[in-house]
């Protein structure tokens, strides 16, 4: 299994949900539906503003605290991309289901009760990202989303689960598409100096600027070596595609 | 708790009407199937089977236990079912519905309880270690038919799945992580399928096969059939609805019959690419995993 | 009219050249772009920026799934429920209902009032969206007192499921020409020999087809819907219309 495989998505997986996508990256297979806006239950109604309601489940065992966690999380993150004020007394619900995720070869993991970890995090942000983006739910904005590990004073892009494992630290760093940090989750040890090479690290694989011209197509083939594929690029691309195949009668 | 969509009244009338013309609104025969297709993960155990716009996602995973104290001998093998909001928003999270309840049931009686999976060779050391095999059914679209999808995954993930591979010396247990042994398959003794009717028209005289959600809403009486390819039922599941006359009954048992084996056929079809396509390297990789030990 | 092919995504700046700029009209903002005040006009969703100088608009096209009421819009909704004024009706599944009061129809009075049930068809008319207030509907013109075809939907035929974005292409004055959708027309034409149907459109993503032959419903339906999900052209939709009158007896 090769870690930094590329990325892949399949959009409308689910012909009876309003969007859905399935996206793969470095052993990651995500499957995702967004329903919405629909009518909120009482106890989750606001008067002013949607609420997004964030299910992550396993793909073996039931969820627990590790799911409730990682739903807490994309929660937050995801209601300040979405234009929640205009769908009050809402519901925009996201259902994040992991098929697949890469093996670990050297240990036999136990299953019962599923452990989901740091490194799945940016599958399942990109992947929510892209099928909200596919219902056509308002946003303010797209983001991109990576994942780091620092082992032995290396810095690992899209880490698999045995570098996790070995990891002094691991940190999840996503940026929106005007270049704002939109979230920064970190385990372990590490000091400010690494955190601060993390992040510089992160900011150069979610915020590339779009190549211009041929010149500087040379320059990124060079550096996308170092810091993984495109990934903005890749989320345009995908998206251009999926506009031109709906709107063939234009 | 949010309302389950109905359909209108515009559509419940057309579907028992055309029905009386031996029409269905996909323009399907009434003993068709939709398309079915079953596709395998990346990893052992991971089975998807797309029917129409009905899909299920089954997962098979293993780990060693206790075995229970009143079976000693016997491993444990499970079956859970949940249905997420990923197939309709009106499915909440813990809270199981009547539909989700009778889907777990059935595929119980129809693949743990026929024996399809030997659970006795699951046990290691008896009344101590065994493994315990569980499979986690996600239902990912509804569009009607879960159970005959639903059991198709679940028998095409068991049989895809392969475990750690065990040894016992001096009666001590030592598993085998996949990169010192290659992961076995489990002992498999026959594969049941379940095949669905619904009943249309006042007396339940129109039968039809895999009916899609919204037949499902307007029919009369439903009846499903588990049996295995040798034409052995497992179990007959007739849940209410109006009284069906016994010959049309052994009719359908006869044309399920055909059906069974036809999926049958698919599902050995498919995990035989499925082996073929992982077997890249052939017998020369076979060799080299020997070397490593 | 401007076709050049410019995809947007949420979020990104639109290049101020492609901003119509009309010196009398006000410039109009449709579905997927918002206002920042003072200046900036950003897209909220994924797909292709249109403009129209003459009208001096712009909106962007997309595609999606799940209808947001919107004013005079023609839809096909469902009553759940009566109450003492109004029906309560579904345009959607699992959104909040929209209200069709009583008197709502073409000479409707507190006695002559149709009577609906639930789980009843109605081709109505937006008459009020507000994202605070729960959508409400009318089935008759409110200046002339008219139904212009709206109402209560009856005789046999049976409603389909298409996307928001067919639905809309069906509903265009020229569909042919402008949306690429000729599949009712070759139905009901040479290719598909002629099938007698009618039709209601609704934005919300219905389509209600209505004969006295189940077959030609059923035809008609699966032709919609086949069209759709393919997304097929005008010589993919003669093939399949050619195809389906064949195969469904």
Known sequence: MTASSAPEVAFGVLPRADGSARYSHAGYTVLASVNGPIEAQ?????????????????????????????????????????????????????????ENSPENDYVNTKLVQASLNFALMPALIQTAILTLLSAGVPMRATATVTAIAISHDKTIIDPSPRDVETARSVHVLAFTSQDDLLLAESEGDFTVK????????????????????????????????????????????????????????? | MPRDHEPSLNEKQFVTQALQENLRLDGRELDQYRPLELRFGDQHGVAEVTLGKTKVLARATAELTVPYPDRPLDGIFTISTELSPMASPSFEVNRPTETEILLSRLLEKTVRRSGALDTESLCLVAGKQCWSVRVDVHVLSHDGNLTDAACVAVVAALRHFRRPDTSIAQGVLTVYT?????????????????????????????????????????????????????????????????????????????????RVKEISDLVDRRLAEDLKRRDKGGFMAELRAENDR | MATKHHVVLPGEPIDPSLIPTHPKHPLRLGPGLRHIPPEDIVPTVAGQLITNPAKNSMWIEYNSNRYIPSQNDLVLAQ???????????????????????????????????????????????????????????????????????????????????????????????????EGGVGVLEMLGGEEGGGLAFETAVGRNGRVWVGSESARTVVIVGRALQETDRLGLGLEGQRKLVKRLVREIK
């Open chain 1, 42 to 98: 009482r106890r989750d109604e606001h008067a002013y503003e949607a609420h997004v309601d964030v299910i992550v489940r396993p793909a073996a065992g039931v969820g627990g605290t590790r799911e409730r966690h990682l739903e807490a999380i994309l929660q937050s993150s995801l209601s300040q991309l979405i234009l929640i004020k205009n769908f009050p007394r809402c519901l925009i619900q996201i259902v994040l289901q992991v």
């Open chain 3, 79 to 177: 009553i759940l429920r009566s109450t003492s004024d109004f029906y309560l009706c579904s345009l959607s599944p699992h959104t909040a209902p929209a209200t069709l009061p009583h008197l709502a129809f073409e000479a409707a009075t507190k006695k002559t009032r149709p009577q609906l049930s639930p789980g009843q068809l109605v081709y109505a008319r937006v008459s009020l969206a507000n994202k605070h207030m729960d959508p409400e509907l009318e089935c008759v013109h409110p200046s002339t007192g008219k139904a212009d075809g709206l109402g209560p939907i009856t005789g046999p035929g049976c409603a389909f499921d298409v996307s928001l974005g067919f639905a809309r292409r069906l509903l265009m004055a020229r569909s042919r020409e």
């Open chain 2, 178 to 258: 996949p990169a010192e042994r290659e992961p076995v398959p489990l002992s498999w003794l026959h594969s049941p399928f379940c095949v669905t009717w619904s009943f249309f028209g006042e007396e339940g005289t129109t039968a039809l096969l895999d009916a899609t959600w919204l037949e499902e809403q307007v029919r009369v009486g439903s009846c499903t059939f588990s049996m295995n390819q040798h034409g052995e039922i497992c179990q007959i599941a007739k849940l209410g609805g109006v009284p069906v006359d016994a010959v049309a009954l052994l009719q359908c048992a006869s044309v399920s019959l055909t």
């Open chain 1, 194 to 250: 690494e955190w601060d090479d993390v992040y510089e690290t992160a900011k150069k694989i979610c915020c590339r600027p779009a190549p211009d011209g041929a010149a500087m197509q040379l320059d990124d083939d060079e550096s996308s070596a170092a810091v993984g594929p495109d990934l903005r690029q890749f989320l345009r691309s995908m998206m251009e595609s999926k506009v031109a195949a709906d709107l063939h009668w234009k």
